[in-house]
């Protein structure tokens, strides 16, 4: 049988995945926090008809003869490359400009007249989509609800009975002990029992956030009140990491170990507050790439027939 036949497959099944990858990537041309796909292909093994040989005293060398016998998938990587940011000037959109992923988790316990009294944080996801909300208690979250992690102050300026001087805001945040922290968050705190999500009071009259990840409020008397700082998280290898489908990340074995620290320090990208980070997918890129696939498929095809045609000749030898 002729190997340029099965070559031809091998082909067609590379660039039919590389048509799949590139109509993902259309699909989520309007996704936030979208990173495309990439499908890089390598040769397969090949024959060796006759090796190499060293040159003699009256020749010279003779190179090796081999036939290829197709080709196979290299790679199909994850593009970590920012998209651009789209401005919405809604204060719960956030974009990270620059490295880093947004945390966002289940947490430990229930809230119990509007309050989760137990802290800590479990199924951590990370994501680019800034997307957030405020739930009915006032919790940080995303459109799936879960929290975004962050550390949130211990006490909350409500109304009359449950009031703060809005002088300690700094205080409040410089004793969080986020900014004592030089390494690694996760390090030195412990996720699972040591933090718990951020929440705004209803009474609050306004909130922002800062580059730095900061989250404050102006509460009922109209003081400035601090209501914790957002955790953000990056990797040595942002492109081991698995999606998981509603624009989420978790690590793998190639990824490495979270590198968890606020905004704007130890190489983490700044928290830009009414923007939201676009796809990263180039719509004339991956129409060119379609093209390109097109044809490399139709040209497989054509090895195939052509093949078919070299059999039905040698079938046709015996009449």
Known sequence: ??????????????????????????????????????????????????GASSPTQTRGGVNAMQVGLGSQLAAID???????????????????????FFMVADSNGAPVDGVIDEEGYNNILYT???????????????????YLVGHASDTLSIDADDSIDGTEAEQQKADNGLADIAGNVAEEVDFAADISPIRIPTTAQSMSIGQDGTVEYVDYKGDRQYAGQLILAKFPN???????????????????????????????????????????????????????????FQSNTRIITTSDEILQELVNLKR
């Open 238 to 296: 942002a492109g081991g990491l698995q999606k998981m489908g509603g624009n989420y990340f978790q690590p793998t074995a190639n990824s490495g170990d979270p590198y968890a620290q606020v905004a704007t320090v130890g190489g983490i990208g700044s928290v830009a507050s009414g923007s939201l980070e676009m796809s990263n997918v180039d719509l004339s890129e991956e129409f060119t790439e379609m093209i390109v696939a097109q044809r490399g």
């Open 1 to 50: 049988m002729l190997r340029s036949m099965y070559s031809g497959i091998s082909g067609l099944k590379n660039f039919q995945t590389k048509l799949d990858v590139i109509g993902n990537n259309i699909a989520n041309v309007n996704t936030y926090g979208f990173k495309k796909g990439r499908v890089v292909f390598k040769d397969l093994m090949s024959q060796t008809t006759a």
């Open 78 to 100: 994850t593009i970590q490359g920012s998209g651009s940011l789209q401005t919405t000037a809604r204060t719960l959109d956030l974009a990270i400009s620059g490295d880093g």
């Open 128 to 146: 680019r989509a800034g997307n957030f909300y405020l739930d009915k208690n006032g919790y940080l979250v995303n459109a799936d609800g879960k």
